[in-house]
C-alpha cells in the first residue's frame, strides 16, 4: 500500500526563514500507485496507474472519482486552478472537471501527446508537454491561452525536446508571468515571458525534478544543483 505524507507548519525556529516541520504518514489508496497530487480548498486528488481517488478529509478515507472517463486511465499529471482541475494520461489525453464536485471532460488537443507528463496550469494558461519516451527523442509542448479552447505548438529550440519539469512564478515588480522548463535536451533551464513563444536559456546542465514557486520566488530540487 502507498503512502502520503502530509506536511504540517508548526512553529518557526533558528530564524525568520526557517520552519519547523513534522510529516504524518496517511494510507493511500489500496494497490494503488501514486503518480500525482493535486490540493484544491481542501480536497485531495491524487493520479494512478488505476484512475483518479479523492479525498475531503486529509486523506483519513479515500474514494474513487473516475466519472466521465470513458475509460481507466493511468493519470500521469493533475493540475488545478481555481475551480478547475485537470488530467493527463498516458494515452496522450487530457481532461478538465469542475469543482468540487469531479465529472471528467475531455479537451481536444491537435495531437496526443505520449504520454504527457508535464501539466501547468495558471488562470486560463494551461501548457501540457511530453518528455522523450521509448517511440520518440521528440518531446511536444502545447500552450493554450484560452482554457484549452485552441492550441499552439512552441518549443524552445530545438527539434529535440525532453522537458524534465515545468514552472511559473508570477513577477510582482513587472506584472509578467515567467515560465521555467527544465530540459534534457537540449541540457539546461529555459525561461519564457510570453506564454511560451520565446525562450531563453538561463544555466547550463541542471537536473531541477521538482519544484515550489511564490510570487518573484522559485525553489527547486534535483541533481547537479
Not at 170 to 198: E, K
Request: a neutral charge.
Amino acid at each position: 500500500m502507498r503512502r502520503i505524507m502530509l506536511l504540517f507548519i508548526l512553529s518557526m525556529i533558528a530564524s525568520p526563514t526557517s520552519f519547523g516541520a513534522t510529516w504524518r504518514s496517511l494510507n493511500g489508496p489500496p494497490t494503488a500507485e501514486i503518480k500525482a497530487i493535486s490540493v484544491s480548498d481542501g480536497l485531495v486528488i491524487i493520479g494512478t496507474f488505476s484512475g483518479a481517488y479523492f479525498s475531503r478529509d486529509t486523506g483519513q478515507a479515500w474514494s474513487t472519482c473516475n466519472a466521465g472517463f470513458d475509460s481507466v486511465y493511468s493519470i500521469t499529471a493533475l493540475a488545478a486552478s481555481s475551480s478547475t482541475i485537470y488530467a493527463a494520461t498516458t494515452s496522450g489525453k487530457l481532461f478538465w472537471s469542475a469543482l468540487p464536485n469531479i465529472f471528467w471532460r475531455q479537451l481536444d488537443l491537435p495531437a496526443p501527446l505520449y504520454p504527457i507528463a508535464h501539466l501547468l496550469v495558471r488562470d486560463s494558461l494551461i501548457i501540457a508537454a511530453s518528455g522523450s519516451n521509448r517511440y520518440t527523442i521528440q518531446g511536444t509542448i502545447l500552450v493554450s491561452t484560452n482554457a484549452g479552447s485552441t492550441w499552439e505548438d512552441r518549443d524552445i529550440g530545438s527539434t529535440s525536446i525532453n522537458v524534465t519539469t515545468f514552472a511559473s512564478v508570477f513577477d510582482t515588480t513587472f506584472h509578467t508571468l515567467i515560465l521555467f522548463c527544465g530540459s534534457g535536451n537540449p541540457s539546461g533551464v529555459f525561461s519564457s515571458s510570453d506564454t511560451g513563444r520565446s525562450w531563453r536559456r538561463i544555466s547550463g546542465p541542471l537536473g531541477f525534478t521538482a519544484n515550489y514557486t511564490v510570487p518573484n520566488f522559485l525553489y527547486v530540487h534535483g541533481e547537479n544543483l
